[in-house]
């Protein structure tokens, strides 16, 4: 949907009353689906089936820049969980993490996650046809980690830092404490309250070998800001999000 410039002058406005923010909009997009709503329906010769772990419980795949399907079309994967999705993400809450078999028809539980939130469930994907990465909460160390799940031989490899995108061998990463603290929508909640002092020079995106389990800093967030330096945002709290990969790599 396009807003006008009068419609985004009213958000904005809201923007400091976000429960009647929320209850205007949705009133408003109703009123608009009614007046505008098209009088025909589409008919599709494809069969339509819900794909999830328990009639009652909510499932979900992640964010749009992933699919959720294997390469060769065999496996889906999703999120699984009965916790109400409208509250912010609890401590205590695991999401099961699903593997739907396409030829079979079967759903099995392969793993669970305490690092995760709604918007992008726990960054699972395909690593490969056979291959899933996820990121995780491990309590020992507590710390956020992400894993290598295959399919076919149900082993699991831990890698020592969360991933947020991943290619082939090699991933990237970031802070997801700093993630938490300023932009919640995407952070993750299992780890106890920190007091963490971040430092510029050794925040920013991170490379991750997926082979070796090594990692090293390989953008700071103190050479992003040099590289596009605006004096105005010398007060600013700093942060990187939505790191994407090419599909070549």
Request: hydrophobic letters at 30%.
């Given at each position: 949907?396009?807003?006008?410039?009068?419609?985004?002058?009213?958000?904005?406005?809201?923007?400091?009353?976000?429960?009647?923010?929320?209850?205007?909009?949705?009133?408003?997009?109703?009123?608009?689906?009614?007046?505008?709503?098209?009088?025909?329906?589409?008919?599709?010769?494809?069969?339509?089936?819900?794909?999830?772990?328990?009639?009652?419980?909510?499932?979900?795949?992640?964010?749009?820049?992933?699919?959720?399907?294997?390469?060769?079309?065999?496996?889906?994967?999703?999120?699984?969980?009965?916790?109400?999705?409208?509250?912010?993400?609890?401590?205590?809450?695991?999401?099961?993490?699903?593997?739907?078999?396409?030829?079979?028809?079967?759903t099995q539980k392969f793993a669970t996650t305490k690092a995760f939130n709604w918007q992008q469930g726990?960054?699972?994907?395909?690593?490969?046809?056979?291959?899933?990465?996820?990121?995780?909460?491990?309590?020992?160390?507590?710390?956020?980690?992400?894993?290598?799940?295959?399919?076919?031989?149900?082993?699991?490899?831990?890698?020592?830092?969360?991933?947020?995108?991943?290619?082939?061998?090699?991933?990237?990463?970031?802070?997801?404490?700093?993630?938490?603290?300023?932009?919640?929508?995407?952070?993750?909640?299992?780890k106890k309250p920190h007091n963490t002092s971040f430092q510029l020079q050794n925040e920013g995106v991170?490379?991750?070998?997926?082979?070796?389990?090594?990692?090293?800093?390989?953008?700071?967030?103190?050479?992003?800001?040099?590289?596009?330096?605006?004096?105005?945002?010398?007060?600013?709290n700093h942060l990187v999000n939505h790191i994407m990969i090419s599909p070549c790599g």
């Amino acid at each position: 949907m396009r807003y006008s410039p009068k419609e985004r002058l009213i958000a904005h406005f809201l923007s400091s009353f976000p429960g009647l923010k929320q209850k205007i909009k949705y009133a408003y997009q109703q009123l608009n689906y009614w007046r505008f709503k098209k009088d025909y329906q589409f008919i599709s010769p494809n069969k339509i089936i819900r794909i999830t772990n328990n009639q009652k419980d909510s499932s979900f795949f992640g964010y749009y820049d992933k699919s959720p399907m294997s390469k060769d079309g065999q496996y889906i994967i999703f999120h699984s969980t009965t916790a109400n999705t409208r509250n912010k993400p609890e401590k205590t809450v695991e999401l099961d993490l699903m593997l739907y078999n396409m030829s079979t028809q079967q759903t099995q539980k392969f793993a669970t996650t305490k690092a995760f939130n709604w918007q992008q469930g726990s960054k699972l994907q395909w690593l490969s046809d056979n291959e899933i990465i996820y990121n995780d909460y491990t309590v020992k160390s507590d710390s956020y980690v992400s894993r290598i799940f295959h399919c076919e031989t149900k082993k699991l490899k831990t890698i020592d830092v969360p991933i947020y995108d991943v290619y082939n061998d090699y991933g990237l990463s970031l802070n997801f404490d700093r993630l938490t603290d300023l932009r919640p929508d995407y952070g993750y909640f299992a780890k106890k309250p920190h007091n963490t002092s971040f430092q510029l020079q050794n925040e920013g995106v991170i490379y991750v070998d997926l082979k070796t389990n090594k990692a090293h800093l390989l953008l700071s967030l103190e050479g992003i800001i040099k590289s596009h330096y605006r004096s105005d945002m010398d007060d600013a709290n700093h942060l990187v999000n939505h790191i994407m990969i090419s599909p070549c790599g």
